[in-house]
């Protein structure tokens, strides 16, 4: 009986440790997706940012021809 019971004994241990890091590990994941979900991406950058990107006037068979050479 004494095999038995340290066998249960143990198994609650580990499912218990489970269960804990189980529930550190969700709360830890939902605290940094509640942290970055209000982080603005695509914000204007404030400051003295340089914009480095233009849009240039294309014309389609151009942008087409680099498609399919760069698999753009």
Not at 50 to 56: A, G, I, Q
Request: proline residues 1%.
């Amino acid at each position: 009986m004494t095999k038995w019971y340290q066998l249960c004994k143990e198994f609650l241990k580990v499912f218990l440790i489970f269960i804990v890091s189980t529930f550190f590990f969700y709360f830890g994941l939902r605290m940094m997706h509640e942290e970055y979900e209000n982080f603005h991406r695509y914000d204007e950058p404030e400051g003295n940012a340089v914009k480095v990107f233009e849009l240039e006037e294309d014309n389609w068979v151009d942008r087409l021809s680099i498609f399919f050479r760069l698999g753009e």
